[in-house]
């Protein structure tokens, strides 16, 4: 059963840090591009930070300096480094496994992150 799942996420005060994990299984993700994207309250999904099977990354600006991608291929799974969190990097942060060409694509079940104090 091909599956993503995030955890990690939390409560933290602003100014905080957070590494949220992606441990992918039943498939081998060394393949596949791995996406951060993010959901805030009334708001659309986000693309967040990505990064690809050959280790080029990429960020939205928003987060450029703050946040860190990352992957481990022998543990299947991808990793987001998440420091001087802000109010408003609070959100629902989603983990994705896109294989080049669009397909398969597969996503986790979210988590959620949360910076207040």
């Known amino acids: 059963q091909v599956q993503l799942v995030e955890s990690g996420g939390g409560l933290v005060q602003p100014g905080g840090s957070l590494r949220l994990s992606c441990a992918a299984s039943?498939?081998?993700?060394?393949?596949?591009?791995m996406r951060w994207y993010r959901q805030a309250p009334g708001k659309e999904r986000v693309l967040v930070a990505a990064?690809?099977?050959?280790?080029?990354?990429t960020y939205a600006d928003s987060v450029k300096g703050q946040f860190t991608i990352s992957r481990d291929n022998a543990k299947n799974t991808a990793y987001l480094q998440m420091n001087s969190l802000k109010p408003e990097d609070t959100a629902i942060y989603y983990c994705?496994?896109?294989?080049?060409?669009?397909?398969?694509?597969?996503w986790g079940q979210g988590t959620q992150v949360t910076v207040s104090s």
């Open positions: 994705n496994a896109r294989y080049p060409g669009g397909w398969p694509n597969h």
């Open positions: 039943g498939f081998t993700s060394s393949g596949y591009g």
């Open positions: 990064i690809t099977s050959d280790i080029s990354t």
